[in-house]
């Protein structure tokens, strides 16, 4: 993809057994090196929802635009359950994710170049002995005088 472009996420969960809160953090996640090249522009990657004692299916959806060019891995979808009375200590994992994403930048090739190109102000127009050695040598300070380049 290129720099500016958005990528369109649907995110399918489906949660069998349990009963509490379970947050789900999809990419990019806080402090990754895609969370540099990448921004949220509308939904959220982070998800909180409660389980109760039916099955759960849920469909989440968020846009993210690349805002800088490289390579990036997805990484990993991270979730934890909370069980409701406390019973356990929560319960994390994470699903990891294979897949990269490659950002270049958009570049315009110009082809070919119409007409001629000829700068607006040229050099000054004076002889190379006139105008002094090319050197970055430091001799003296002298006067203005008339007739010396700007």
């Given amino acids: 993809m290129y ?10 969960v489906y949660v069998h057994g ?12 806080p ?6 090249g990448f921004e949220v522009t509308s939904g959220n990657n982070v998800h ?6 039916s099955d759960v299916s ?9 805002v800088k060019r490289g390579i990036y891995g997805l990484g990993s979808i991270e979730y934890t359950y909370y069980h409701v009375f406390g019973i356990h200590e929560p319960i994390k994992g994470t699903i990891s ?9 958009r570049i315009k090739i110009v082809r070919r ?10 050099l000054p127009r004076y002889p190379p002995s006139r105008l002094g050695p090319h050197s970055t040598e430091f ?6 005088v008339p007739g010396d380049p700007l």
Avoid: C, W
């Fill in 18 to 29: 349990g009963f509490g809160l379970l947050v789900i953090r999809a990419p990019p996640g």
């Fill in 139 to 144: 001799k003296t300070v002298r006067n203005y």
């Fill in 58 to 66: 849920r469909r989440f959806e968020y846009t993210l635009r690349a």
């Fill in 48 to 53: 909180v929802f409660f389980k109760g004692f």
């Fill in 31 to 36: 402090g990754s090196f895609m969370a540099e």
């Fill in 97 to 105: 994710l294979e897949k990269t994403i490659q950002v270049i930048p």
């Fill in 3 to 12: 720099v500016g472009d958005e990528l369109h996420v649907e995110l399918n």
């Fill in 113 to 122: 170049v119409l007409g001629i190109v000829k700068p607006r102000q040229g």
